[in-house]
T-cell receptor
Framework: GAVVSQHPSWVICKSGTSVKIECRSL??????MFWYRQFPKQSLMLMAT?????????EQGVEKDKFLINHASLTLSTLTVTSAHPEDSSFYIC??????????????FGPGTRLTVT | DQQVKQNSPSLSVQEGRISILNCDYT??????FLWYKKYPAEGPTFLIS?????DKNEDGRFTVFLNKSAKHLSLHIVPSQPGDSAVYFC????????????FGKGTHLIIQP
């Protein structure tokens, strides 16, 4: 159980275009999903918390107008990188918690999406 | 300012021996800690976790120890196997579990045959 998928696994886009990344919980419903970013040889950095039916909460320094998050259903959250620039090239990973389990703080991660902006 | 620190970028251990990965934290509000294993170009895989009310949690070959007074935790893997070679991330979360995880920079564990 607790499988999270992401699509696409990798994408190359031109500077100035927008890219949408999907994150799905396959065998459970996730009221909360999280989006992280990892640069080469760096740690995973939390970008935002995605809540079903409400606005996402962004971490300090993350532009909410650039990284649009939509949590449309209990199994799907999307991250859209708008007007992408080469410095947005990174590894984007989503995660989800299994709701309702007391003390269950574990987050289950998707396989990640490698974004390259040329 | 890194709240979760893994000071060893890499660690080499002989197959069959014990691997000990260390993690320190500065935020006293953290009350739940997790270890993840990660291969390149893949998402992290959850290994084991520990609540701040405990000082040890064991799951098969993996044991996590927590020393709250020292703000230090460690992951022990015994015996180490070649498939354990990966990057290991320590992560922490504040009370309630509703927030995202704060990760360390990771330790690359290499198991030598």
């Amino acid at each position: 159980g607790a499988v999270v998928s992401q699509h696409p696994s990798w994408v190359i886009c031109k500077s100035g275009t927008s890219v949408k990344i999907e994150c799905r919980s396959l065998d459970f419903q996730a009221t909360t999903m999280f989006w992280y970013r990892q640069f080469p040889k760096q740690s995973l950095m939390l970008m935002a918390t995605s809540n079903e039916g409400s606005k996402a909460t962004y971490e300090q320094g993350v532009e909410k107008d650039k990284f649009l998050i939509n949590h449309a259903s209990l199994t799907l959250s999307t991250l859209t990188v708008t007007s992408a620039h080469p410095e947005d090239s990174s590894f984007y990973i989503c995660s989800a918690r299994i709701p309702g389990l007391a003390g269950a703080y574990e987050q289950y991660f998707g396989p990640g999406t490698r974004l390259t902006v040329t | 300012d890194q709240q979760v620190k893994q000071n060893s970028p890499s660690l080499s251990v002989q197959e069959g021996r014990i691997s000990i990965l260390n993690c320190d934290y500065t935020n006293s509000m953290f009350d739940y800690f997790l270890w993840y294993k990660k291969y390149p170009a893949e998402g992290p895989t959850f290994l084991i976790s520990i609540s701040s009310i405990k000082d040890k949690n064991e799951d098969g070959r993996f044991t996590v120890f927590l020393n709250k007074s020292a703000k230090h935790l460690s992951l022990h893997i015994v015996p180490s196997q070649p498939g354990d070679s990966a990057v290991y991330f320590c992560a922490a979360i504040e009370g309630g579990g509703a927030d995202g995880l704060t990760f360390g920079k990771g330790t690359h564990l290499i198991i030598q045959p």
